[in-house]
């Protein structure tokens, strides 16, 4: 066997460690996805040999998705609800951030409540034709008072996200955006998202080689 050059090396071991958990999969459980492609994704996983498709989350080592933020953190605490001892402990850290919460919008009906005492007697000063500017404090928007900001990792629209169950790491992604939501495209779609996924399963060529 012929000596590797350093270039040739350094790209075994960059391949090879692109995705390491990747290797490891061995089943999968497909959220729901918008257009009905979970269905699509899951006949081509499995007609196509990449992974194991399961129907019970359980028996799942990793999550396929087409969306990440809240609504996916929410649905894997759904399907995967902490140990009692974690979930005692969140619900500790959100009552003491209520507390925090609380404490923090008392302080600021005080301040506002002064504010109101001290534009109060600046008005009893002035002229009775003069005009009374309303105080500042009551024109302050408070970031609790703004709607939630929404995220921009929401659903993809195209993007798909391998998620592994334990660590909640992304582990493997694509954008492929189907152009319509006929059966016929997202049976296009799907099978060229498994296909890459299988492309990225294979070991480096160099590996295979030796």
């Not at 497909?30 to 269905?39: A, E, I, K, N, R």
């Not at 996916?72 to 209520?98: G, H, N, S, T």
């Not at 408070?142 to 391998?162: E, I, Y």
Request: net charge positive; aromatic share 6%.
């Amino acid at each position: 066997m012929k000596p590797l050059s350093v270039l040739g090396l350094l790209y075994c071991v960059v391949a090879g460690a692109t995705n390491p958990q990747l290797g490891k999969v061995q089943s999968v459980y497909v959220l729901p996805m918008s257009g009905g492609m979970d269905q699509y994704l899951a006949n081509r996983l499995t007609s196509m040999g990449v992974f194991q498709v399961v129907t019970d989350p359980q028996k799942a080592d990793t999550v396929l998705t087409d969306g990440l933020g809240k609504g996916f953190e929410d649905k894997m605490k759904e399907l995967y609800p902490p140990p009692p001892a974690v979930k005692k402990v969140e619900e500790k850290e959100k009552a003491a951030d209520k507390e925090t919460e609380k404490a923090k919008d008392d302080d600021k009906n005080k301040d506002k409540t002064a504010d109101a005492d001290k534009d109060s007697d600046k008005d009893k000063e002035k002229d009775s034709k003069t005009s009374v500017s309303s105080s500042p404090s009551s024109r302050q928007i408070r970031l609790q008072d703004l709607p939630p900001v929404q995220s921009s990792w929401g659903h993809g629209r195209g993007n798909f996200f391998l998620v592994d169950r334990q660590s909640r790491s992304v582990i493997w992604s694509i954008y492929e955006r189907p152009k319509n939501t006929t059966p016929d495209e997202l049976t296009k779609t799907a099978t060229k998202v498994v296909q890459r996924l299988k492309k990225d399963l294979e070991p480096p060529k160099e590996a295979r080689n030796q």
